[in-house]
Structures are given as structure tokens and as C-alpha cells.
């Protein structure tokens, strides 16, 4: 089975500053790690993926992410923040099974401050 | 042309009715999804159909019943509904075993009042 942390429910960072949200994995088996944005009452909008390769990965709207083995790890930044950047970010993993399950963290609320 | 298409995108209704939920995916997946998103943000799945068939089928209430006519089509249908059944319901869509992860339709908010 596979599970995610994402460490930090809220974040707050100011225009223009970097943005990191963290995200730790739980798996038995190499595994397939996604980051996804949902803005107020939308749904989610896939920003990057890892499933093998280059363990930086770039997504949309100039975030990047890092696949971390020795750490389990998987954190989402941006260099620089944008006000559109405020929204739900969420962690996801699955495994490359036959029931393709993806399994979401927690959620880590952005804001950003002008 | 949207990808994934949930209907009704509001649904408000009384306890102990009967609902049904429609989802339609035009990306050709095979695969098919039902999420549930409480009130604080937790996507919990709840069913998966790979061409037509039940693939996953989470720790759900029976009063909840999932059905794929077709590849292209996942519907929900849910009985008796209770106060806590209200939340953010959202289909998704992939082609399983790519990696390419999931295609979220915009999501049908559920109130029971």
C-alpha cells in the first residue's frame, strides 16, 4: 500500500518568494508520485509527475518538483509566488499495480501576501 | 469539449432521498474513478471501473452504487442519503498502468439538508 504526508496544512509566503510544500511517501514498490492544484470550488489540475527518469520534474505555472528516494521525498517549489498561486495543493502516490490506486495527502492551503 | 463532465454540479436534496450522479470522460481512458472530498479537503476513493468492470470498491456504504454502461461513462447512485453524505463528489479518469495520472472533472457538490 502506498500513503502520502504532506508536512504543514497551511502556508504563507509573500509575493514573490519561494514557495515549498512538502510531501513524504509511503511504498513498498517504486512508486508514482503527482502533484495536483484545486482552486476554490474547481476541481484538481494535474501541475507534475514523477514515474521514472529525471528525478526533477517541472510542471505548469513554473512549479518543479524532486524525487528524493533516500528521503522518501517528493517536495513541490516555486521560485517565486505568485497571488494565483493561492490554493490547495495536494501529494498523491500510486503504485504501478494492477489497480492503479492514486492515494492524496492531506492538502496544503497556500496563500500568498501581497 | 471538456474532458470530464460531472452532472448536476449542485445538488441539494432531502435526507432519505435518492440521487444519482453522471460522469462522462472523452479522453477514450479505460479507467474510471469516484472521489469523495469532505469538508476539510480529505479525497478519499471510493470506486474504480476498468472497462466496465469493478476494480476497486473501498470500504463504502452499500447505499451506494456505482455503474459503468460503457468505458466512457461512470454514474452514482446513492440511497437513503444521509446528512453525511454531503460533500464534494468528483469522477477522474486515466489509462491505467501509463503513470499519466488522473483527469479530475470540476466536481458535484452534494448537500443534504
Known amino acids: 500500500a502506498q500513503s502520502v504526508t504532506q508536512l504543514g496544512s497551511h502556508v504563507s509566503v509573500s509575493e514573490g518568494a519561494l514557495v515549498l510544500l512538502r510531501c513524504n511517501y509511503s511504498s513498498s514498490v517504486p512508486p508514482y508520485l503527482f502533484w495536483y492544484v484545486q482552486y476554490p470550488n474547481q476541481g484538481l489540475q494535474l501541475l507534475l509527475k514523477y514515474t521514472t527518469g529525471a528525478t526533477l520534474v517541472k510542471g505548469i505555472n513554473g512549479f518543479e518538483a524532486e524525487f528524493k528516494k533516500s528521503e522518501t521525498s517528493f517536495h513541490l517549489t516555486k521560485p517565486s509566488a505568485h497571488m494565483s498561486d493561492a490554493a490547495e495543493y495536494f501529494c498523491a502516490v500510486s503504485g504501478r499495480s494492477n489497480d492503479y490506486k492514486l492515494s492524496f495527502g492531506a492538502g496544503t492551503t497556500v496563500t500568498v501576501r501581497a | 469539449d471538456t474532458a470530464v463532465s460531472q452532472t448536476p454540479k449542485y445538488l441539494v436534496t432531502q435526507m432519505g432521498n435518492d440521487k444519482s450522479i453522471k460522469c462522462e470522460q472523452n479522453l477514450g481512458h479505460d479507467t474510471m474513478y469516484w472521489y469523495k472530498q469532505d469538508s476539510k479537503k480529505f479525497l478519499k476513493i471510493m470506486f474504480s471501473y476498468n472497462n466496465k468492470e469493478l476494480i476497486i470498491n473501498e470500504t463504502v456504504p452499500n447505499r451506494f452504487s456505482p455503474k459503468s454502461p460503457d468505458k466512457a461513462h461512470l454514474n452514482l447512485h446513492i440511497n437513503s442519503l444521509e446528512l453525511g453524505d454531503s460533500a464534494v463528489y468528483f469522477c477522474?479518469?486515466?489509462?491505467?498502468?501509463?503513470?499519466?495520472?488522473?483527469?479530475f472533472g470540476s466536481g458535484t457538490r452534494l448537500t443534504v439538508v
Open positions: 477522474a479518469s486515466t489509462q491505467r498502468l501509463e503513470g499519466k495520472g488522473y483527469t
